[in-house]
């Protein structure tokens, strides 16, 4: 997983080749696929494996109550999305849609996941708006962590102001009026 990553990082998705990272790994092409099913099976479990580590990050930021607020919020989630790479830095757009289509059952999967996840985090909310609906919110998130793949239709000049934007009105959204 840490040599795809890495891989990713280095030239992007097309230029991942499994038989360099199995190569690198110390195991044969043939063995990498007794593992997974495919490039698109293998680079959709690392996409797992960043969400875990941001589902972290936000247990981390609700940990302490004393400094979340609608503007620590928000603060997060532009640093999220707009500073810090994700994993959909390193995807187009058409490289999700391929990865996607191929996993539909897990992208189902998952979509219900971050559902479930939502609803955990949020109940550590104190001041939560009691109207939430968390697959507004899981879309929100999905659309600005798409936002970073989507290179190529949208104006680069105003990434950062968009992501802020989006993270505003989500924490906005979120957060009950007054906190």
């Given at each position: 997983m840490k040599l795809g990553l890495e891989a990713l990082e280095n030239g992007?998705?097309?230029?991942?080749?499994?038989?360099?990272?199995?190569?690198?790994?110390?195991?044969?092409?043939?063995?990498?696929?007794?593992?997974?099913?495919?490039?698109?099976?293998?680079?959709?479990?690392?996409?797992?494996?960043?969400?875990?580590k941001n589902r972290q990050e936000f247990f981390e930021l609700i940990s302490d109550k004393a400094n979340l607020n609608k503007e620590s919020f928000e603060d997060f989630l532009f640093r999220r999305y707009a500073i810090s790479k994700n994993i959909y830095h390193y995807f187009t757009t058409d490289e999700l849609n391929i990865i996607f289509r191929k996993m539909p059952e897990q992208l189902s999967i998952t979509n219900i996941d971050s559902t479930n996840f939502a609803t955990e985090l949020f109940s550590h909310i104190e001041s939560i708006n009691t109207e939430i609906n968390n697959e507004v919110v899981v879309n929100i998130m999905n659309i600005m962590g798409s936002y970073s793949a989507d290179k190529e239709s949208l104006y680069v000049g105003s990434r950062e102001d968009t992501i802020r934007f989006l993270a505003k009105s989500l924490a906005s959204y979120i957060f009950e009026e007054g906190n």
């Open positions: 992007g998705y097309k230029a991942a080749s499994i038989e360099a990272i199995a190569r690198q790994a110390g195991i044969a092409k043939g063995t990498f696929y007794n593992f997974f099913q495919s490039k698109e099976s293998f680079f959709f479990e690392i996409m797992l494996l960043m969400r875990d």
